[in-house]
């Protein structure tokens, strides 16, 4: 019989986004204009920064937010190797060294006592990510930053909505940097957001953002602008559009509505889930100490007690139409930080214990609890298939 297909995370765009788009469309002004300043003033009101600027991607964001920390040639940066090729490209992009740091065996997030361990006069920065939304340790990360007088930027990619301790990532740090792709809980198609409680960061990014320019088009080409700018730096090409913003502005409103959509997908696969020999769920933060999970994934753990490996399981998911996904392949052990860095096998156990067993199942708010039991249904045919 043949299944109906389930995607990995599509994402949720209605009319309300359609209509925004064309609203932009018939202005007659589509690059980086009134309706990205406004985007960056409700994005930096709903994480409660100081200045946001809005960007072409999350990777532009990290990028940016290591030049404006001053990040460069001879200085390393202390980072997670269970990571997307992003984190540490950025770092690659300033000319500094990634040094990767092995992760707590639960959450997959860095490690506060290997990343200690891992700093070391050349150290100028950490740069943790929330993996998956759920919570990196900021308050032990942020207090070794404060004894060693390292900056703390984090890569929050998948945690629009998290919280550590209370307090909304993007507050926590001395730059956060959000991500805004397709498959992100709020998406502009492509995109990023950073956000920074320092005044100066926030003017050298907004330059380098735009080929070192003092002014962007708006300010020389609206009512009331004058066309004169000056070069102040080499800069690039990282700003966004006001296509993308209008997309972002309506996303922005359904940021409550579709974290609790994926967080009652959450529980409809704890649920559904339940008693599937060598399939561990995902952990969940202490939220009795204020931290949040903003569920961007639902990864399970497959263990030795499955009878399949992860990557079998996919492939029997992947002949029952099920879309899987892995975050992520450790980064040490690709062939660049082999090769340019010393990565090897066993040299961070946690990391690459999680990247064995690690499997992203289909989530996004696109989806019911009746999808959650869907797909758990398939996953237990191909184990007891097995």
């Known amino acids: 019989m043949e299944r109906k297909p389930i995607d990995l995370s599509p994402p949720v765009i209605t009319e309300a986004e359609v209509e925004a788009v064309a609203a932009v469309l018939r202005s007659g002004w ?59 490209e950025a770092i690659l992009y300033q000319r500094a060294a990634p040094v990767f740091a092995d992760v707590d065996p639960v959450s997959g997030n860095l490690e506060p006592a290997a990343v200690e361990k891992a700093v070391t006069k050349k150290t100028r920065a950490v740069l943790p990510i929330h993996l998956g939304g759920y919570p990196a340790d900021m308050a032990a990360l942020g207090a070794l930053c404060s004894e060693r007088g390292l900056f703390l930027i984090d890569d929050a990619a998948h945690a629009v909505e998290t919280l550590c301790k209370g307090r909304r990532v993007g507050t926590l740090g001395d730059a956060t940097c959000f ?15 950073l956000v920074t409680p320092h005044a100066n960061w926030a003017r050298r990014a907004a330059i380098l ?11 020389r080409y609206a009512a009331g602008g004058t066309p004169g700018y000056d070069i102040i730096e080499p800069g690039y090409k990282f700003n966004t559009t006001d296509i993308a913003s209008a997309l972002g502005l309506v996303q922005l409103t359904r940021v409550d509505e579709g974290y609790e959509r994926r967080l009652e997908l959450a529980q409809a696969y704890d649920e559904a889930l339940a008693g599937l020999p060598g399939i561990e769920l995902p952990p969940r933060p202490d939220t009795k100490s204020g931290d949040r999970h903003a569920w961007h994934l639902y990864a399970v753990r497959v263990t030795d007690d499955c009878p ?57 708010a696109a989806y019911s609890p009746d999808t959650a039991r869907d797909v758990a249904g398939r996953m237990r045919e191909v184990i007891e298939g097995a």
């Open 308 to 364: 399949l490996s992860r990557d079998a399981l996919a492939a029997g998911l992947r002949e029952l139409a099920v879309a899987t996904s892995v975050h992520y392949h450790p980064l040490h052990l690709m062939t660049l930080y082999r090769r340019d860095f010393g990565g090897r096998e066993g040299q961070f156990p946690e990391a690459e214990r999680l990247g064995r067993e690690r499997l992203t199942l289909p989530f996004s």
């Open 179 to 193: 991500s805004f792709y397709v498959n992100k809980n709020l998406t502009t198609g492509e995109g990023g957001m």
């Open 30 to 88: 589509l690059t980086h204009g009134p309706r990205t300043r406004e985007f960056e003033e409700k994005f930096r009101a709903l994480v409660g920064a100081a200045h946001a600027l809005a960007v072409s991607s999350g990777t532009a964001a990290l990028h940016l937010a290591l030049a404006a920390a001053g990040v460069g040639p001879g200085d390393e940066v202390v980072t997670t190797p269970l990571t997307f090729a992003a984190t540490a």
């Open 209 to 219: 953002r735009l080929h070192g320019m003092d002014r962007d088009a708006w300010d």
